[in-house]
């Protein structure tokens, strides 16, 4: 505490023996006071992709600037903070987050909310995205029940029973079922024409129509 007289508290003017007394104790509370710690001020960063560092001391004269910079990039650079280019774009590895949205396209898709169930005829697992499938036609040209009927490299297929209307004429037949018509049959040195072609209703055929036989000399 410095012991100063003032016009103020005195109530009157100060005399020159007061004045010289005031900047006697006013001298001797500098010199009293303690000298300003000399330290040292250092500043650094931590993280990644940031750097900068600057120390500032209690006594220097002049200023100090403290930068902090970043190594981000819009690239595909390991150990970097990412940036966007002009146009809103980065390139990234793998980024691994919640997809809210359609992706506009994927190489691989690691799960899926659905799976892809495989049909009939199908060979093949069921695709949940969780690795690649392929799905094959269970086809042969070989009669085997319960698959799809493929052509072989001739383009012939094996069948136990084909139903379906004809259309035009059968190479050869084990069994017929019903004869609407036929030409001539050749058996023996015989040949019969057969001419009627109301075979749901033979009696209207007459008998020359029905039977007609021509022996072959």
């Not at 209690?58 to 390991?78: K, L």
């Not at 990412?82 to 691994?96: C, E, H, K, L, M």
């Not at 994927?106 to 899926?112: G, I, R």
Request: charged share 10%; aromatic share 6%.
């Amino acid at each position: 505490m410095v012991d100063i007289v003032t016009r103020a508290g005195k109530g009157s003017p100060l005399t020159n023996a007061e004045v010289d007394a005031n900047f006697t104790n006013l001298a001797t509370a500098v010199d009293a006071a303690p000298a300003p710690n000399d330290g040292t001020l250092t500043m650094a960063v931590s993280g990644t992709g940031l750097s900068g560092s600057a120390s500032f001391t209690a006594d220097q004269s002049g200023s100090s600037t403290f930068t902090v910079t970043s190594n981000a990039t819009n690239a595909n650079t390991a150990s970097t903070i990412v940036a966007r280019d002009a146009s809103g774009n980065f390139s990234a590895g793998t980024i691994t987050a919640a997809l809210s949205g359609n992706a506009t396209t994927a190489t691989t898709a690691s799960a899926t909310t659905a799976t892809l169930t495989r049909g009939s005829y199908l060979t093949g697992s069921n695709f949940n995205g969780s690795s690649a499938t392929t799905w094959a036609v269970d086809a042969t040209s070989a009669n085997t029940a319960s698959k799809v009927v493929a052509r072989d490299a001739s383009g012939n297929f094996s069948a136990g029973t084909i139903t379906a209307s004809l259309s035009g004429n059968a190479t050869s037949a084990t069994t017929a079922g019903r004869i609407s018509h036929i030409s001539h049959i050749s058996y023996n040195c015989w040949i019969m024409h057969w001419q009627c072609r109301d075979s749901d209703n033979p009696a209207n055929c007459t008998d020359h129509q029905r039977r007609k036989f021509q022996r072959v000399s």
